[in-house]
């Protein structure tokens, strides 16, 4: 079936990216869906790092993974993904296939807690120094909510920036949502 949401349009994407053994990283683990798919795909030989800054996101994500009887091949950490350079250890660092991030307010929960452009711009940069060659990041941007615009600028002014011959970079979009188009960018690392 063709994606109805644009996570889904990203995972269908992501899958060629992350076999058995790749090591990923969820930039925004939320309520740990996008975790556990990473989870899946890197199996008992692969390794997953999760960010969120919320407590209780950290916990669903934990009782998410318990509940899927998944390998226990992750590490969640209730910080900021700004901190992601200093908190992943550096063997880990050159080697990362998979980067994903969801920006915004996790829905269900105080929508007052978003992701913000410095902070996100700050953990794209680590992102790109963290991957590995042929190593993708994906962003889901959404602009509808309060901060949500200038987030979106700022993330797809640096991204359109980026060296051609360092990296490449496509969007995506959902551009019939009422309201606000939702954005999906992959960038590559060559
Ligand atoms: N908008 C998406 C869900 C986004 S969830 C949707 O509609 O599906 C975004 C998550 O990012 C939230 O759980 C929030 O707590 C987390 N977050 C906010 N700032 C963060 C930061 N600096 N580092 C890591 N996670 C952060």
Known sequence: ?????????????????????????????????????????????????????????????????NEECLPENWTLFCSGHENMQELIPEEYHGRINI?????????GSDKTVITQAETTLKAVRSALALLCRGG????????????????????????????????????SEMTNKPGYPIRMLFVTKL
């Open 99 to 107: 980067v994903m991030f969801n920006l915004g307010f996790l829905p």
């Open 1 to 65: 079936m063709i994606s109805n949401t644009i996570l889904s349009f990203a995972k269908s994407i992501l899958c060629d990216v992350l076999n058995p053994g790749c090591i990923a990283i969820d930039a925004t683990t939320g309520n740990g869906y996008d975790t556990v798919f990473l989870s899946r795909l890197a199996g008992g030989e692969g390794k997953v790092f999760g960010f969120d800054i919320q407590e209780d996101a950290i916990e669903q994500t934990e009782e998410r993974l």
């Open 136 to 171: 993708v990041v994906s962003i889901a941007i959404y602009a509808g909510h309060p901060g949500g615009s200038e987030e979106d600028v700022a993330v797809r002014e640096f991204c359109a920036e980026l060296d051609y011959h360092a990296f490449r970079v496509i969007q």
